[in-house]
């Protein structure tokens, strides 16, 4: 089959792989019909994050159909159009019993490499570092899925690819980052990127009884998308002076009640801070750029809630004390997306969510590594792209 496949720091090719087959009786395995860009890619990619092999299969948001089916699957059968989170998760263990899917104890198969580093393991994710895993990804033309019992959700009829596609990742994630905030009636939140994830954290807050939403970037079209499709008010950082100013403005002196970054370490800024933490991750004496989650963490009202969506790794600079004399409560996790799915996808049934504006360019499997450009230089107004392996 055909695949993209990593070789290097900026270096993605389409080339031809062996076709995944059913490894365990609980697998199935999927032809993928749609898959899409994540900015957490963009980590691995430009080579922040380790443990990349010269020829993995990356892509961790995606569904298809259900082609062969492992014999103790109970669920799923031949056919089946299905969407599936991104964190592989086996459903029994203590984490995956009390909702807590991306802390799976038991699909990581390389734990020693993670335990170093975060003391426990995570689960495991498609296509996304042998740290976390080294499971094959979905921008291919079949992918295998393993636990489809507890990772398979069903796609409702009548809904298009592109209306439930972004229900793998971005979506869960940015309902998740609201769902942290505690939202109460009329509460503002402040939400830093409008990608695909701050968009849907945005839409989330709304959806979970926000009576503001601001949305913070500096591209003028994806905060037009802010705008039009979210109806948030939107902040261009490249436009004033302060940000934190700026949000004491529009809330009357407080602040936000809640603030979610999702923007991570590759964040952009300005001033001397940005200089900093540029300098530093360019020589590799830190890996993350940390300017949006420390103007979070000073916007948020004093006892508000800080919900941490961007992927980080290690940071300089990061100022606990301003968490511990503000008496912020601070929420942060990679997606439980099993435990949402099935709410989302009677969201976007009810025609409440229509995550399908993401898709701004739609390209075969084989302009994959353009897609990736487009994306990751925001050029030509990308905010995902998506491909169509088959």
Same mark, same amino acid.
């Given at each position: 089959m055909r695949a993209l496949c990593w070789n290097g720091i900026n270096d993605l090719r389409v080339e031809t792989v062996g076709d995944p087959g059913i490894v365990n009786p609980h697998d199935v395995v999927l032809k993928v019909t749609m898959s899409t860009t994540c900015g957490s890619d963009l980590h691995f990619i430009d080579g922040y994050i380790p443990t990349m092999r010269a020829g993995d299969v990356i892509g961790h948001e995606f569904m298809g159909e259900v082609v062969d089916v492992g014999r103790d699957v109970k669920k799923v059968k031949k056919g089946d159009r299905v969407v599936v989170p991104s964190f592989i998760c086996c459903g029994s263990c203590w984490y995956c019993q009390h909702d807590l899917y991306s802390l799976?104890? %038991?699909? %990581?198969?390389?734990?020693?490499?993670?335990?170093? =580093?975060?003391?426990?393991?995570?689960? &495991?994710?498609?296509g996304y570092t042998h740290a976390f895993g080294g499971y094959a990804g979905a921008h291919a033309q079949y992918v295998r899925v393993p636990h489809a019992d507890t990772d398979c959700f069903q796609v409702p009829e009548g809904l298009r690819d592109e209306q439930v596609i972004f229900l793998s990742d971005a979506v869960p994630t940015g309902y998740m980052g609201a769902d942290f905030c505690n939202i109460h009636p009329g509460d503002t939140v402040a939400v830093w990127g409008c990608g695909g994830v701050g968009l849907m954290a945005q839409k989330s807050a709304f959806l979970l009884g926000a009576q503001r939403v601001i949305g913070i970037d500096r591209f003028p079209e994806r905060l037009k998308m802010a705008r039009e499709? =979210?109806?948030?008010?939107?902040?261009?950082?490249?436009?004033?002076?302060? =940000? !934190?100013?700026? !949000?004491?403005? !529009?809330? &009357?002196?407080r602040g936000p009640d809640a603030c979610i970054d999702a923007v991570g370490m590759e964040a952009h800024g300005t001033g001397v801070e940005y200089a900093y933490d540029r300098a530093k991750q360019a020589l590799h004496l830190h890996s993350d750029r940390g300017d949006a989650l420390r103007q979070a963490i000073l916007a948020c009202r004093k006892g508000g809630t800080l919900s941490i969506l961007g992927v980080y790794g290690v940071m300089d600079k990061f100022p606990i004390g301003v968490i !511990? %004399?503000? &008496?912020?409560?601070?929420?942060?996790? #990679? #997606?439980h997306g099993q435990k949402y799915l099935p709410r989302l996808l009677e969201h976007v049934t009810k025609g409440e969510l229509d995550p399908s504006f993401l898709a701004t360019h739609r390209l075969p499997l084989e302009d994959a590594p353009r897609g990736y450009e487009l994306f990751k230089k925001k050029q030509d107004g990308c905010v995902r792209a998506v491909f169509l392996p088959n």
């Open positions: 799976c104890d %038991n699909t %990581n198969p390389k734990a020693e490499l993670q335990e170093p =580093v975060f003391g426990y393991p995570t689960a &495991g994710i498609y499709q =979210v109806g948030a008010e939107t902040l261009n950082y490249e436009e004033v002076d302060s =940000v !934190l100013e700026v !949000l004491k403005e !529009l809330t &009357g002196g !511990l %004399n503000k &008496g912020l409560t601070v929420r942060t996790a #990679q #997606q």
